[in-house]
């Protein structure tokens, strides 16, 4: 098992979050150098995801053994003794997506690190006991009995839990629970045999998937101590699906819908409400709005990024947030109803299917669902999925590195970004996708217009291809991905 290594920046936290993104979304794991301090992790954590706080309420964990500490954990990871490979929080209804470790002070001796690839392990597996893992026979803690290893058929996507203690028990009939025996006990030795273990100076560490890889250490003696950071992501979800040739990356807004006819008007109308309410924002003149909304028509951007480009509006990180749910509350989501062609044509469609959107990831959701089409897509990606509120500069499609992240998280070598933007497709381009501008929704139809067609699929010379009726979108993305790559 070979893992990939990334030399942080110093000075561009923000590339060094980019970097680790693209490499656990690819591979589950990567060993991070010249990771020094706590302010440092605290930082890179924070552009991973929303920390998950420790007991005491403190965004980083300082791993100490027991007799060198005053701290009262009750936790085996708070000794000199190895620690058996493991998932953490697997007592918890929702464990976090990734876990970071850096080593602060290394011991006198032992203290390794121990990394395995689980997806490899139960490709090492008989069939069977792999079956196991996936029966709700092992009880964690105080949850109701759960696969050691779920299955979610619907993205093809699965995670572990895993634990080796008193918490984790085996639940079921005679017949079950033998059986449920030897796959735990087949598991745990193939992936003890399969394990690498690294031996981490000051200032390295790792970032992994918390469903996708185990994690262990060996004993040791001496002064060790480690930042540990839990992290939610919202971009990299827990566990691994399935190394994939080709992705379909679907814009959504002007795109799959028509956005204009059904949500613009209402848009505007909240964006008006949200900033002329003094508790809500600033109060602004009519004047500052009405520039908002040329600049979104002009640049064909979502209203929130408008907002970012003008330096009289100032909102808070916290004022977005009730921003985003004021106009979950006040658009006219209503008016979208389910869209039997759109579902055709995705069901037509090569996978997995993915949709990447400016917009937020509730918007999305709500969408989708009323479109009747959610299940077709194994993942949806929006603005909030790929940035925090700590980053200082917002990533965005058709950005190189989103495209870039977005392809690691669905584990694809390859893929086409479907687009109603030009700009957005001729970008997908530059950064080596291949690239199918949907034009439905941006030509007037009753114009004559030198770009205006229909029928078939056009293609333009080398750069990228057109459509503009939906329903030809199967043929060209099934001609697209059976090339070879």
Known sequence: MSIGTIDCNLSDHESTAQR????????????????????MVKTICELLGDICPNSEGAAVS??????????????????????????????????????????????????????VDGQQVIAAMNPEDVDTLRQPLFKFGDLPPLPLLTHTKSENRQHFRLRQ??????????????????????????SNAMKTSIHLKRGEGYVLNNGWYLHGRGSFEGNRILHRVLIRSRLLKLGFVPVSPYAIILDLDNCLF????????????????????????????ENVLEKVQAYVNEEHVPMWKALLAFPEIK??????????????????????????????????????????????????????????????IAHVIAVDDLNTEHA????????????????ASLRAKQGVLVDDSQN????????????????????????????????????????????????????????LSSQDY
């Open 62 to 115: 300082h791993i100490q053994a027991l007799e060198m500490t005053k701290t009262k954990v009750g936790a085996d990871a708070y000794n000199t003794d190895s620690l058996p490979l493991h998932t953490d929080r697997s007592t918890t209804e929702e464990p976090p997506e990734l876990i970071l470790t850096s080593v602060d002070s290394c011991p006198k001796k032992g203290g390794e690190v121990h990394l």
């Open 315 to 376: 909102i808070s990180p916290s004022q977005f947030t009730a921003f985003k749910q004021f106009l979950l509350k006040n658009m006219a989501y209503g008016s979208i109803v389910r869209d039997d062609t759109l579902l055709a044509v995705l069901r037509a469609s090569p996978g997995p299917r993915v949709v990447l959107t400016n917009n937020y990831h509730a918007h999305a959701e709500t969408v989708l669902h009323n479109l009747g089409v959610r299940k077709e």
């Open 392 to 407: 200082s500069s917002i990533t965005t499609k058709p950005d190189k590195e989103t495209l870039q992240m977005t392809l």
């Open 20 to 39: 680790i993104k693209i490499e656990v979304g690819k591979h589950g794991c990567v060993i991070l150098r010249h990771l020094v301090g706590h302010e």
């Open 165 to 190: 203690d008193c918490k984790l028990k085996i639940v079921g009939n005679e017949e079950q629970q033998a059986k449920a025996k030897k796959a735990f006990d087949a598991f745990v030795s193939t």
């Open 424 to 479: 957005a497709v001729k970008l997908a381009v530059e950064a080596g996708l291949d690239a199918v501008q949907m034009t439905k929704y941006i030509l007037d139809k009753t114009e004559s217009d030198s770009n205006h067609f229909s029928g078939v699929s056009v293609e333009l010379g080398d750069e990228y291809h057109k459509v503009n009726e939906i329903e030809d979108l199967p043929d060209m993305l099934l001609k």
């Open 258 to 285: 028509n956005f204009k006819k059904h949500l613009e008007e209402s848009e505007a109308v909240a964006v008006r409400q949200f900033l002329l309410h003094e508790e809500a924002g600033p109060k602004l003149k």
